[in-house]
C-alpha cells in the first residue's frame, strides 16, 4: 500500500521553529522527486519546497526561502522540512507529496501568540 504519513505540526509562537516528517512506505521512495505543500484556510494549495530523489537539488518558495529547509534521508525513506523564524502567515495544514502523484494526510501548523 502506497502511503505518506506526516508529524511534527503543532502550535508555536512567532519566531519558534518546527521541524515536520514525512515517512514514505509502499514503493521505492529513493526514487522520486519529493515535495511539500500547505494549504491555509481560504486558499489554494501551494507549493513550499521540493527536492530530487538524491536530494542534491531543492527548491523553495520565495516566501519561505532563507527560513525553510527541506531534507530527505533515503534509507529512511523520510522527507523533512525544517521551520524556523515562523510567521503567522505560514499557519496551514502542510502536506508531503510523492512524484508519483501520493499525497500524505497533512498534518497542522499554526503560529500564533
Known amino acids: 500500500q502506497v502511503q505518506l504519513v506526516e508529524s511534527g505540526g503543532g502550535l508555536v509562537q512567532p519566531g519558534g521553529s518546527l521541524r515536520l516528517s514525512c515517512v514514505a512506505s509502499?514503493?521505492?521512495?529513493?526514487?522520486?522527486?519529493m515535495s511539500w505543500y500547505r494549504q491555509a484556510p481560504g486558499k489554494e494549495r501551494e507549493l513550499v519546497a521540493s527536492i530530487t530523489a538524491s536530494g542534491g537539488v531543492t527548491n523553495y518558495a520565495d516566501s519561505v526561502k532563507g527560513r525553510f529547509t527541506i531534507s530527505r534521508d533515503n534509507a529512511k525513506k523520510t522527507v523533512y522540512l525544517q521551520m524556523n523564524s515562523l510567521k503567522p502567515e505560514d499557519t496551514a495544514v502542510y502536506y508531503c507529496k510523492a512524484q508519483l502523484g501520493v499525497w500524505g494526510q497533512g498534518t497542522q501548523v499554526t503560529v500564533s501568540s
Open positions: 509502499g514503493f521505492t521512495f529513493r526514487n522520486y522527486f
